[in-house]
Structure formats: C-alpha cells, structure tokens
C-alpha cells in the first residue's frame, strides 16, 4: 500500500466564533514527516485533532491520498473506516478508561473495536518502552511518564500509516525522549507511514522533512 499523503485547503478553525487557525493551503507528502511548532494556543493541536477526525467545528476540504472528504462529520463512514484502520493519535494529555489497567486500555481497541494486531509486535513495544512491571496496574495509578508510554504503545500496538502526536516526549527523560525519536523514525521507515508532530521541543527537528509554525491564527513554513 502507497504512502498517504494529506492536504488541506481554506481550512479555518473557530471556538464560539473565535478564529483558531486559518490555513490556505497544506500539502504533507506521503511518508513524510511534519512538525509543527508554536506558542500554546496557536492552533497546533486542534489542526492535529481536524486531521485525525476529532475537531469537527472547522470550515473546508481535507483530503487524504486524493480522496476528498470536505468537512469531516461523524457521519461521514468511509472517514470513519479510515480513521479507524488506518489513523494513530496520542494526546498531551492521554484520555484512558481510569477504572482498567494498563494492559486492558491498550487492548481495548482491539476486543471492543476488532483491530488487529501482531503479537510479536506487541513484545517489542513493551520492552521498548520498559513498561512490563506496570500493565497490571490501574492507569489512575501511574505517573504522567508511564501513560504517556502506555499511550504511545496502544497508538503504535495498531501500526497505524498516519500517526499523529500532541507533544510526545513531554513526560519523558531527554535520554529516553530521544530514544523514542529513533524509535519512530524506524518505525516511519518500515511503515512508510506519514507523521504529523506537535512539539515545543527542537529534538523532533531530526525527523521532519518540513517545520510550520502556528502564530496569531497564521500557519507559516520554516525555511
């Protein structure tokens, strides 16, 4: 399967009427990788959230792979089979079911949405992001650290081919943050996937073929 490539075009995002983001034109290539930068409260995360299909109240047309969906809406089934099978997003602020254990978020797509997944794949990313001793406790026991990576793992366990990632590394050590940034690059790599970063850190610079920057409503190119 090809690369997926993204596009935006006359997207402007409002709140209570209130302009967010006004972006003309956006073009991220298949298989590329996009980080975007800026202040809180430019913009960055609710362009994330527009793309991934979890900020409906924008204006203009989002394509991906050239199949155009104009406005995304809940109702839209042929968006909805695509954000499922093929979208991945983690938040700055991951949402769990705090009443289950690590172990039963990251299956519960899974049993509860029938995504598959590879078992052997599932190994590495617990030993990867070293989180063996934890996936029996409950999340709303663990540290901003821990669900960040169970986060991650239940993002990546689906191998998703547009990934999506508010502020990752943000609760990490800077060792491990930057091992995570080799680790996605790899994973891009084998999967061809296309990621889209938001991040006030400079350490995803490494991993993007293209920087914007959100500012006062405007989405800029950094040269």
């Known amino acids: 399967m090809p690369a997926i490539s993204l596009s935006a075009h006359g997207i402007r995002i409002q709140y209570a009427h209130r302009l967010i983001l006004s972006v003309d034109e956006l073009f991220i290539a298949g298989g590329s990788s996009v980080v975007l930068q800026g202040p809180s409260g430019s913009g960055k995360t609710s362009l994330l959230r527009m793309f991934a299909g979890e900020n409906w109240d924008h204006s203009g047309i989002v394509e991906y792979q050239n199949t155009i969906f104009g406005?995304?809406?809940?109702e839209d089934k042929k968006?909805?089979?695509l954000q499922?099978?093929?979208i991945g997003m983690t938040l700055a602020e991951p949402i769990f079911f705090e009443y289950l254990s690590?172990?039963?978020?990251?299956?519960f797509p899974h049993i509860f949405g029938n995504r598959p997944y590879d078992p052997i794949?599932?190994?590495e990313l617990i030993t990867f992001?070293?989180?063996e001793w934890i996936l029996s406790e409950k999340i709303s026991a663990l540290s901003s650290g821990e669900r960040e990576r169970i986060d991650l793992i239940r993002t990546l366990l689906y191998e998703p081919r547009v990934l999506f990632l508010d502020e990752p590394g943000a609760h990490l050590d800077d060792l491990f943050a930057r091992e995570v940034v080799e680790f996605l690059q790899k994973y891009q790599e084998k999967n061809s996937a296309t990621l889209v970063i938001v991040s006030h850190s400079d350490m995803f610079s490494s991993l993007a073929d293209a920087r914007y920057r959100c500012e006062s409503g405007i989405l800029k190119p950094i040269l």
Do not use: G, M, Q, V
Not at 71 to 74: K, Q
Not at 102 to 107: G, H, L, S
């Open 79 to 81: 968006f909805l089979e």
């Open 102 to 107: 690590a172990r039963e978020n990251i299956f």
């Open 121 to 123: 794949w599932h190994e």
């Open 84 to 86: 499922k099978t093929l």
């Open 129 to 131: 992001f070293r989180c």
């Open 71 to 74: 406005t995304l809406t809940t």
